[in-house]
């Protein structure tokens, strides 16, 4: 291989990597509007039947006040963690969420921090290799975000699956 052709490859494989983990978050994004939905649906459901056991009831019926309870925690927990996965990618940390960014050209608060002029000439003035470079902390930048709103839709999953379940208990039981 000649020099050219592995600059080349060097420069083409952190952006097949940002291309594919950005196809990722916009999926886990699609998943969790899905979970929304599922969490949408189990809200009305909930709220028709406790809404049917407090006109049969009094007011203050303990086993209605804990119901409702209850299930308001369970909807509150699950939208909670459904919206860590679509709340804005605005990070605090490395992969964001908590840490630092790369102070990198491509991350936007980095290009927003230099006035234009400044962003044109540092753009300008980089090499190939700062320029893979600044590539490859893209691509790590982005997989901590891809790995947190993922693991954030993992718990949003679990938790909607238990207000699901806790939501034909109340149905069939009540």
């Avoid at 969790?32 to 709220?47: N, P, Q």
């Avoid at 600044?134 to 993992?154: M, T």
Wanted: glycine fraction near 8%.
């Amino acid at each position: 291989m000649n020099p050219q052709t592995d600059l080349k490859l060097a420069a083409d494989f952190p952006r097949f990597v940002v291309t594919q983990i950005a196809d990722q978050i916009k999926q886990a994004d699609t998943k969790a509007f899905g979970v929304m939905g599922v969490l949408g649906a189990i809200t009305i459901a909930l709220l028709t039947r406790l809404n049917a056991l407090k006109e049969i009831s009094t007011v203050y019926d303990p086993v209605w006040v804990f119901l409702f309870l209850a299930s308001a925690a369970f909807i509150g927990l699950s939208l909670l963690a459904v919206m860590k996965v679509v709340y804005p990618r605005l990070g605090r940390g490395v992969g964001g969420f908590g840490g630092e960014f790369h102070d990198t050209m491509t991350f936007f608060r980095s290009v927003v921090k230099m006035s234009e002029e400044e962003y044109v000439k540092k753009g300008l003035a980089l090499s190939n290799q700062d320029i893979i470079e600044e590539s490859y902390h893209n691509a790590h930048d982005l997989a901590a975000i891809a790995d947190k709103k993922y693991h954030a839709l993992r718990i949003a999953m679990a938790q909607t699956g238990l207000a699901l379940l806790w939501t034909l208990g109340v149905l069939v039981f009540s």
